[in-house]
């Protein structure tokens, strides 16, 4: 009676399991996307400033403090060149006050910034703010970079 002791359980026939069943893991690795969105965040951190003015002029410095806003003013550009531009549409200056009246969402109490390069003639500038001014705008300044001190 020769039986052997460790198959009496299997029915004799030898079967072993080979190696050890593993449940599946059913969680989401995300590593992956955490380092994506970090790269997107740093680029559009950096890309953002970029896309704020579309036309580009070299503003002069002054000793002013920044201003506080809390809504979003016209802006009115003249480049190097004596070209006006509305937000960052280039306009003929005779249109000029009919295309503000078109988009001021207050009336004359809208708040309108001109910016003007640092190159431009000082006239030129002059007759663009007494322009805005004429048509019956009360809220206009002139936009310039903060001096740094040295």
């Known amino acids: 009676m020769g039986m052997s002791v460790g198959m009496a359980g299997r029915g004799g026939r030898g079967h072993r399991r080979r190696g050890r069943h593993h449940a599946l893991i059913s969680e989401i690795n995300v590593t992956p996307m955490v380092d994506v969105m970090l790269v997107l965040l740093i680029i559009f951190m950096v890309a953002a400033p970029m896309l704020t003015v579309g036309v580009p ?29 509305l937000q960052e549409t280039e306009i003929p200056q005779e249109e ?55």
Request: hydrophobic share 40%; charged share 20%; aromatic share 6%.
């Open 57 to 85: 002029v070299d503003l002069p410095e002054t000793k002013a403090k920044a201003m506080n806003a809390d809504t979003q003013p016209i802006m009115v550009t003249i480049d190097a060149t004596g070209k006006i531009f």
């Open 96 to 150: 000029l006050v009919a295309k503000l009246q078109a988009i001021s969402k207050t009336g004359y109490e809208e708040r309108i910034f001109i910016r003007g390069d640092k190159t431009t003639n000082y006239g030129a500038a002059m007759e663009v703010m007494g322009l805005i001014q004429a048509a019956g705008y009360k809220n206009i300044g002139l936009i310039s970079l903060q001096q740094q001190d040295q």
